[in-house]
């Protein structure tokens, strides 16, 4: 089965320190990729896409960088965060565009920034 | 551009009651799928029922139906005999080839 992994789980980092936060899916191939923010008490903004290795498509300009290395990895950066950048960070894939499979989603990153 | 509403930020129902979430959608496209979602105090999503756009039939999923309204893109969430379980944030979910949701809707169940 497929599964998905998101860490870390909690960060908290200094305005103008630099992330990291990674993703990976198991159990499936060529799978499309999502970076999602959810501000509190707010709906889930998209923030990057992905279709493949290395095609990344980005919905909202902003401070934030993604990339997709390999297949089934999809990480998000920043080189300086901002106090705006605090939030929570969910990872999520699905099979394949236009169908009616639902994306799956990891269990988020709560970022704080001081 | 394609957008998701929902209008209701908070919504309150009895135990073992019935309620109603509504979504309205805006798009151009004829071909899509609408999908509900529930994020517990947990924060994990968690798909509740799928619908696609060609079918007229709405969806059903145990205690959770829709009433898919294509001619005025409504897609209203109904859950039946609420259970305490069921309180949490649900998002309405637009896609034909990327995802848009909804700002969400926080149901609270009263025991």
């Known amino acids: 089965s497929q599964t998905i992994h998101q860490w870390p789980a909690t960060l908290v980092q200094p305005v103008g320190s630099p992330l990291s936060l990674e993703c990976t899916v198991e159990g499936t191939s060529n799978p499309n990729l999502y970076w999602y923010r959810q501000a509190a008490g707010r709906g889930l903004q998209l923030l990057f896409y992905?279709?493949?290795?290395?095609?990344i498509s980005s919905e909202v300009p902003q401070n934030l960088s993604a990339s997709r290395p390999q297949d089934r990895q999809f990480i998000l950066s920043s080189k300086k965060l901002l106090l705006s950048d605090s939030g929570f960070y969910l990872c999520a894939w699905s099979p394949e565009l236009g169908t009616n499979q639902p994306q799956h989603f990891g269990d988020g990153t709560r970022l704080s920034i001081l | 551009a394609q957008t998701v509403t929902q209008s209701q930020p908070e919504m309150s129902v009895q135990e073992a009651e019935t309620v109603t979430l509504s979504c309205t959608y805006d798009t151009s496209e004829s071909d899509y799928y609408l999908f509900w979602y529930k994020q517990p105090p947990s924060r994990q999503m968690i798909l509740v029922i799928r619908q696609e756009a060609y079918k007229q039939q709405n969806a059903t999923e145990n205690r959770f139906s829709v009433n898919f309204q294509k001619a005025a893109k409504s897609f209203s969430l109904k859950i039946s005999d609420s259970q305490l379980g069921d309180a949490a944030m649900y998002f309405c979910?637009?896609?034909?080839?990327?995802?848009?949701f909804g700002t969400g809707t926080r149901l609270k169940v009263l025991a």
């Open positions: 979910a637009y896609t034909t080839y990327k995802y848009i």
């Open positions: 992905s279709v493949g290795i290395g095609q």
